[in-house]
């Protein structure tokens, strides 16, 4: 059974970054590209970007360049966003999802709340 | 950007009715490989986002019957033919024709009457 489970809630300072993440399970972490989803409260989805943790290769939303950075730990099959210089414009909850071949969205995380506040 | 536009933002309905969300793309969502992509999900409650249906008219796997997705070009239409108390929440599509970036519509919340 594919499951992808996410770090808890996190609460941070403006201007500080945060590192969260999202552990794979029940198929092969290395073969398929991972993504990352913002939904802010009572609001649609946002495409951050994506990592393919078999060779690293990143692709992200313009809008979130400099904001974000993916990893992955193949050992672990873990997924990671750090958000960087955070602002009340970043709390959110993140999303992380699994692109099948089709290119459609098959398996999503629960989910990380992160709020940003002083 | 292709832009994702939903109609209605909010779907009142009864139990057993037929729902009907509409979504219009800014472009053709239809690939260079003849393939189209547009996905609809479906976020319950205070619960992630699930796939429903795939490539216009797919059914994910364990999704009933009553959910049918048509359209071609630039207009889609997701149909849920006797609504049941379990698909109450928020209807989302999303194209993955033209990436990146990946993009989704504003959403159609789905409730009862």
New interface residues.
């Given amino acids: 059974e594919v499951q992808l489970q996410q770090s808890g809630t996190v609460l941070a300072r403006p201007g500080a970054s945060v590192k969260m993440s999202c552990k794979a399970s029940g198929y092969t972490f290395t073969s398929y590209w991972m993504?990352w989803v913002k939904q802010r409260p009572g609001q649609?989805?946002?495409?951050i970007?994506a990592i393919y943790p078999g060779n690293s290769d990143t692709?992200?939303?313009?809008?979130f360049k400099g904001k974000a950075k993916l990893t992955a730990v193949t050992s672990t099959s873990t997924a990671y966003m750090e958000l960087s210089s955070l602002t009340n414009e970043d709390s959110a909850v993140y999303?992380c999802?699994r692109?099948?071949g089709?290119?459609?969205?098959?398996y999503?995380?629960?989910?990380t709340t992160l709020t940003v506040s002083s | 950007d292709v832009v994702m536009t939903q109609t209605p933002l909010s779907l009142p309905v009864s139990l057993g009715d037929q729902a009907s969300i509409s979504c219009r793309s800014s472009q053709s969502l239809v690939h260079s490989n003849g393939?189209t992509?547009l996905?609809w999900?479906l976020q319950k409650p205070g619960q992630?986002?699930?796939?429903l249906i795939?490539?216009v008219s797919n059914r994910?796997s364990g999704v009933p019957d009553r959910f049918s997705g048509s359209g071609s070009g630039t207009d889609f239409t997701l149909k849920i033919s006797r609504v049941e108390a379990e698909d109450l929440g928020v209807y989302?599509c999303?194209q993955?024709t033209h990436?990146?970036?990946?993009?989704?519509?504003?959403?159609t919340k789905l409730e009862i009457k």
């Fill in positions: 993504h649609g989805l946002e495409w970007g692709s992200y939303n313009q809008k999303y999802t692109k099948a089709e290119d459609y969205f098959d999503w995380g629960q989910g | 393939n992509y996905h999900y992630s986002p699930k796939l795939y490539k994910f989302f999303s993955s990436v990146p970036p990946f993009t989704f519509g504003s959403g």
